[in-house]
């Protein structure tokens, strides 16, 4: 395969923030489905809660499923064209418009509890599976693009910390400006993403062609017949998948624990709420120029396990945290939020390199990224059937704030997930550093023992 098309140092920042701006519409989209979602149908159209999480569990785990198989579509869309990969994107995005204003705009006044249950959950599959091609495409897109671990980082980095930003925005409008409001700028904010990244594809359209004129015809053949469960055949991938959702775990326990926390162990007022996720996400999102410096100085693996260092540094401090100690709460989502910044650059640029090393860009990078987007998917599921039932075995139920409820609660949410960071960083040198080091001076083996 040809060598990527270089750019001029000037307009790689440019690129890669063009590139990037999908990434907003797209967290946009993805968290009030899950925040304000529920609150709105149980309270305005009276939705009973147990049908309502039925119908959120049957979405997501059939959006889960599916993604590996959007990720082998993505990757025969690229191999026929990016005008192809253009108009499908196209499709997807009205296909996500219109499944996201049928979820905040029902015709509720002309349906039963029945019938918005199944409204409801017609609208919520149809937004997942339009979110989740649209985001394997994206994604797919950077990885194609190669360049080494510092440029895939920057794609990655500009991706994500856009998306930290549709989070926040998506926090507080709704309650601010309404759903009308809302909606108009997410269509506004989809529509400037889809045409920033097209512009940015514009500039690796020509090479694209010309390595669809230079693959010799039996390798184009050759690809077409590349199997859904290629990157299992990679050794590598398993690693670093593993590590991933070890680390992954790590931080969605926590994810899935923080109102809790703030409610019965902090009794923080619920107006500060918004300021510690507010504050969370923004230090992510401010940290990615600084762990970008990190990776050039230092590289992706070691980056890694500093970010992960720093999360252990702050989640290790908040079993001293009880009632009223919000001020020491706001340093732990501080620091936990600049280890986020680690957590969202370094993997999916590893991921990226490995594509590139193992020979498959350009072949099944969709594969590949939907596998992750399941892996992280599951993350999220398995954070709350591990935290939760664990919880209630140790004696805590919500909205208890006795001494041995309130310690059960500081332990989960605290050193549980320090665990399983220390765990995934032994992982990490274990799986991949270790070996990075013993094949020093050699291409490391991507491919499986045969």
């Known amino acids: 395969m040809s060598a990527p098309m270089a750019l001029q140092p000037r307009d790689e920042r440019m690129a890669a923030a063009s590139y990037g701006l999908l990434g907003l519409p797209l967290a946009f989209v993805a968290l ?13 159209y009276g939705v009973p809660l147990a049908a309502l999480g039925a119908v959120l569990l049957f979405s997501r785990g059939v959006d889960a499923v599916v993604d590996p198989w959007l990720g082998r579509w993505g990757d025969r869309l690229y191999r026929r064209s990016w005008q192809a990969v253009w108009v499908a994107a196209l499709c997807l995005a009205l296909a996500l418009i219109s ?44 990885a194609r693009q190669g360049g080494g671990g510092l440029a895939q980082s920057r794609w990655v980095a500009w ?118 996720l507010g504050l969370y996400f923004a230090a992510g999102a401010l940290s990615f120029p600084v762990w970008l410096k990190v990776i050039g ?24 945290l009880g009632a009223g100690d919000t001020s020491g709460f706001l340093v732990v989502c501080a620091m936990s939020g600049m280890a986020l910044g680690a957590d969202l650059t370094v993997p999916g640029a590893l991921l990226n390199q490995l594509i590139d090393r193992c020979g498959e860009r350009g072949r099944s990078d969709g594969a590949f990224m939907g596998w992750w987007n399941l892996a992280t998917k599951l993350n999220l599921a398995l954070a709350a059937g591990l935290s939760l039932p664990l919880l209630g075995l140790w004696g805590y139920a919500p909205g208890q704030q ?10 989960a949410y605290g050193v549980l997930p320090c665990v399983l960071k220390l765990l995934a960083a032994g992982a990490l040198y274990v799986a991949l550093m270790r070996r990075r080091e013993h094949s020093a001076g050699a291409e490391v083996t991507t491919r499986s023992e045969e």
């Open 402 to 411: 006795d001494e041995q409820a309130l310690l059960a609660l500081g332990w």
């Open 99 to 142: 499944g996201f204003v049928a979820l905040f705009f029902p015709p509720a006044e002309h349906l039963s509890t029945a019938q918005l249950l199944l409204w409801v959950a017609g609208a919520l599959t149809l937004s997942h599976l339009a979110y989740s091609g649209l985001g394997i495409l994206h994604q797919a897109w950077a």
């Open 297 to 320: 100085r230092i590289g992706l693996l070691k980056t890694w396990a500093l970010g992960m260092g720093l999360s252990v540094l702050a989640f290790v401090s908040v079993i001293g």
């Open 32 to 44: 009030p489905v899950y925040v304000h979602l529920p609150n709105l149908y149980a309270q305005q």
């Open 159 to 276: 991706r994500e910390g856009f998306a930290l930003v549709g989070v926040l925005l998506a926090s507080a409008l709704p309650a601010l400006w309404g759903w009308p409001l809302t909606t108009s700028l997410l269509v506004l904010l989809l529509a400037l993403g889809l045409l920033a990244w097209r512009r940015t594809a514009g500039l690796a359209a020509e090479r694209e062609r010309q390595q669809a004129q230079s693959s010799p015809a039996e390798d184009r053949a050759a690809e077409s017949g590349v199997s859904l469960w290629q990157p299992w055949k990679y050794a590598d991938f398993r690693r670093l998948l593993a590590v991933f959702m070890l680390n992954g775990l790590a931080s969605a326990v926590p994810a899935t624990l923080v109102l809790f926390f703030v409610q019965d162990r902090l009794q923080a007022p619920k107006a500060m709420e918004p300021f510690f």
